[in-house]
């Protein structure tokens, strides 16, 4: 078994740290030593004091056959579990300077390496007396099924930055070996939907996992599924961990008169499924509380010593260093979706006689929000400008800097300026203002009565053109300046024929580049593309977003618009 974790400072694991093994191993009637790569002795337990018959101070810095010469030929033994990094288990006879009647005492020795980035930097020694070993042989199988345990835990939770799914990692990773059920608990998200406020003295927290071993798994659903809140009176033991930030052990063989008649319906409903004691530890980080982490013992299992607290706190620890990170992405990807959530949320409302359809699709959840953004202003006589954008970048930064964009668009568009003379002016406004995000823009201002749709690019692809009952879609290859905030200028416009009831498709990258494809041959596709005469504009984004954003690695967003049908029209003259 190799025991694996960062370097401390000392060379050793970091999760054997001297408070962490003293909390583990103090109490222990094993005789425990961990030793560094020179076999001198950074750490021994009260057992290991007795047996050697010297105290700790003796200890530290000397080597293993400095403190007990008669046991040097365990050495060896010491020296061959660093090299190879395979446990041993030895039988070892001899004196030390404990007082004994015995003439010969016999022990019995397992050694492990402690490694650090896969390298051995020391060793575990753990002795018994082999005169006890039937009672101490089942301690020692436990204090090493906690150091496995610990050893293990960097690799099974926090493989994500999903707060619910390293929840759920933590969940798993205790049940069975450590606890029959597991729970954990979090404080509400702040960013989002509110959460209605509990009844003063109650503690409101989300249901983050839910595990039970076996049939447990099920019947425990009713102490709260995951994703629902869960209110805890003042008196609960999670109330309670959560005030004093400490370890509670709750034994429900031993329920109090005191308890509040909805904690006690609880312990009772436990109890009937064979439950009878819990650790409820904090989760922490930053000197923060996150939540709770609830472990219980159901009927036929050990019941929880000074050891499991130990080991559920370090679980804790390390858990509430992996909740922090997630939290902390999740309240940043909160941000930037609300944002651009609102942002997005509805163009501004062009001339009656224009339909409008816009779907926002991101790449998925663990994808920071981008900088995909679209808009539609009216303008006179009859026209109205499109717009399609995509900033670099993804996160809060690139939404807020969407933002900036859009609003510098829309106060341009009020100038009535042709397609490319718009994009000149933003480009130097964007440099001028000092953002650093670049981006792509493709802009289309459509003319019901010239029947045309004047089209310029900045960096952005093709806009497509659907007509409708064709066979296919038009893509046009319109002129292509470079991304805005660049400072270059170079923008022209073209003009594409659009006429009543055709249909502009406009979309950004997300929705056609594929990786080990090249752009052109993706965007052709987009040349299949159909419109039935009277088709609905809603179905028609469905359809495109079921056929070519399956498989997207980025964020999509895609406009669809299109004049209605009807009665020719005469552009109106000035009035005289």
């Not at 003796?58 to 080597?63: E, F, L």
Request: charged share 25%.
């Amino acid at each position: 078994m190799l025991l694996q974790g960062d370097t401390c400072d000392d060379g050793m694991p970091s999760f054997f740290d001297q408070k962490t093994v003293a909390a583990l191993f103090d109490g222990n009637p094993a005789a425990v030593a961990v030793l560094d790569h020179d076999l001198r002795y950074t750490y021994v337990n009260p057992a290991l004091e007795r047996l050697n018959g010297v105290s700790a101070a003796s200890h530290i810095g000397r080597t293993f056959t400095q403190v007990v010469p008669g046991l040097h030929g365990q050495a060896t033994a010491l020296r061959d579990v660093l090299a190879d990094g395979k446990p041993r288990e030895v039988t070892i006879s001899g004196r030390t300077w404990a007082p004994t009647e015995e003439e010969q005492q016999l022990w019995r020795a397992t050694y492990h390496r402690l490694d650090a980035d896969g390298e051995g930097c020391g060793l575990m020694a753990i002795v018994v007396e082999i005169t006890d070993i039937a009672r101490q042989r089942e301690e020692l199988e436990q204090a090493r099924g906690h150091v496995a345990l610990l050893s293990t835990v960097a690799v099974r939770i926090g493989t994500t930055l999903d707060m619910d799914t390293t929840c759920r990692e933590l969940a798993d990773f205790v049940v069975p070996d450590f606890a029959d059920v597991a729970a954990v608990d979090v404080f509400p998200t702040e960013v989002g939907h509110s959460v209605r406020r509990p009844a003063p003295g109650v503690v409101r927290l989300r249901r983050a996992a839910l595990r039970g071993e076996g049939e447990l798994d099920d019947q425990v659903q009713r102490f709260g599924h995951p994703g629902e809140y869960v209110d805890f009176p003042a008196d609960s033991a999670v109330a309670r961990c959560l005030t004093e930030n400490e370890p509670v052990i709750d034994d429900w063989d031993d329920m109090g008169e005191e308890r509040s008649a909805l904690t006690a319906d609880r312990i009772a409903a436990s109890r009937a499924l064979g439950l009878r004691q819990a650790i409820v530890v904090p989760l922490t980080a930053r000197s923060r509380p996150l939540g709770t982490l609830t472990l219980v013992r159901a009927e036929g299992s050990p019941v929880f010593g000074d050891q499991d607290v130990a080991v559920a706190r370090e679980l804790a620890v390390r858990a509430g260093v992996d909740l922090d990170h997630a939290r902390r992405y999740d309240h940043e990807h909160s941000i930037a979706r609300e944002l651009q959530r609102s942002l997005l949320s509805e163009p501004w409302g062009p001339h009656s006689h224009v339909e409008v359809a816009t779907r926002y699709l991101p790449a998925d959840e663990g994808v920071l929000v981008g900088g995909d953004w679209y808009d539609v202003v009216p303008l006179q006589d009859g026209r109205h400008l499109k717009a399609m954008g995509d900033v670099m970048g993804h996160g809060v930064e690139a939404a807020v800097a969407m933002s900036q964009y859009r609003s510098l668009l829309r106060l341009l568009a009020q100038e009535d300026l042709p397609p490319h003379r718009i994009l000149e002016q933003l480009d130097t406004m964007v440099e001028r203002s000092g953002l650093d995000r670049a981006a792509t823009c493709l802009l289309a201002v459509v003319d019901r009565f010239g029947g045309v749709c004047e089209v310029a690019s900045a960096g952005h692809l093709p806009p497509v053109f659907i007509d409708p009952g064709a066979a296919g879609a038009r893509v046009v290859p319109v002129p292509v300046g470079p991304p805005l905030g660049t400072g270059f200028g170079g923008y022209r416009t073209a003009s594409v024929p659009c006429g009543p009831g055709t249909v502009l498709f406009m979309y950004t990258d997300g929705l056609v580049e594929r990786r080990g494809e090249d752009i052109d041959v993706s965007v052709q596709r987009l040349a299949s593309l159909t419109m039935p005469a009277g088709g609905r504009l809603e179905d028609l984004l469905d359809r495109v977003l079921d056929r070519f954003g399956g498989d997207a690695e980025d964020d999509i967003a895609v406009l669809a618009s299109r004049i209605r049908e009807g009665p020719p029209v005469v552009r109106p003259t000035p009035a005289e």
